[in-house]
């Protein structure tokens, strides 16, 4: 779901905490080494996600904040704040081309540019990888 975050709304914080959780106390934030990412360059997006970045004409930047059942992915267009709210059975994490990822839930995509010297990214997305696999529950062929 995209939403907006620019104002205090109780509605949307209950929406996003339904999706993907409360945000990770300070003693997990520290025991997982960190659950953001970097400034991350967005190359490409849905025609939804585009449709807002376009209305101006700065860099198109994003990071990505990790919960316990799911990501928060965060980028601004104008004044406005917005999060695309991914949960993990729905998140499709790819490494296509050379320097890109793309980042998939339903008809909502980002792709973001990193490069070979960016290790940073990188591990980042690895540990998503490596949180997904460790608390998604079993499916029935798991069994």
């Given amino acids: 779901m995209l939403l907006n975050v620019s104002y205090n ?3 949307v914080k209950r929406k996003i905490t339904e999706a993907v959780g409360p945000p990770f106390t300070l003693r997990e934030r520290i025991k997982m080494r ?9 190359t490409t997006t849905s025609i939804e996600i585009h449709n807002l970045l376009v209305l ?4 198109n930047t994003c990071n990505i904040e990790m919960r316990p059942n799911g990501i928060i992915v965060g980028f601004r267009s104008l004044l406005e704040s917005f999060a695309l709210i991914i949960p993990y059975y729905k998140l499709n994490l790819y ?10 839930k339903d008809q909502y995509f980002i792709k973001i540019r990193a490069k070979a010297k960016d290790k940073a990214t990188h591990n980042f997305m690895k540990k998503i990888l490596d ?7 079993l499916g029935p062929e798991d069994l």
């Fill in 56 to 59: 101006d004409s700065y860099v």
């Fill in 95 to 104: 490494k296509g081309k050379a320097e890109e990822y793309s980042i998939y």
């Fill in 131 to 137: 949180y997904k696999a460790a608390h998604l529950p």
């Fill in 9 to 11: 709304n109780p509605e």
């Fill in 34 to 42: 960190g659950i953001g990412s970097s400034k991350l360059f967005i």
